[in-house]
Nanobody
Framework: QVQLVESGGGLVQPGGSLRLSCAASGRVFTIYTMEWHHQAPGKERELVAQITRDDRITYSDSAKGRFTISRESATNTVHLQMNSLKPEDSGVYYC??????????WGQGTQVSVSS
């Protein structure tokens, strides 16, 4: 199994920045992709950014140009740098991973609130 623990959420004003982190533990050698998903209040969870083991990166249209996903192999941690935050970026951000064994795991989520 893989365990994921997110951190870094909080309250920020529109236009501000936050950096989310997701620390993986357990059978990390089985991880193929790590992702960040966003769930706004009353809406479905949506993929924001993904990074594969060989560092291929994809972003949602709303994240392009504002968010940056990165990976620290030494610590099995994935970061999401979020800049130019908007109120619609508010919600819970979840870390998610797929493994080579076709299993997937979710973190508990971290709350982001963008408000003046």
């Amino acid at each position: 199994q893989v365990q994921l623990v997110e951190s870094g959420g909080g309250l920020v004003q529109p236009g501000g920045s936050l950096r989310l982190s997701c620390a993986a533990s357990g059978r990390v050698f089985t991880i193929y992709t790590m992702e960040w998903h966003h769930q706004a209040p009353g809406k479905e969870r949506e993929l924001v950014a993904q990074i594969t083991r060989d560092d291929r990166i994809t972003y949602s249209d709303s994240a392009k140009g504002r968010f940056t996903i990165s990976r620290e192999s030494a610590t099995n941690t994935v970061h999401l740098q979020m800049n130019s935050l908007k109120p619609e970026d508010s919600g819970v951000y979840y870390c998610h991973t797929y493994t080579f064994a076709n299993a997937d795991y979710w973190g508990q989520g971290t709350q982001v609130s963008v408000s003046s």
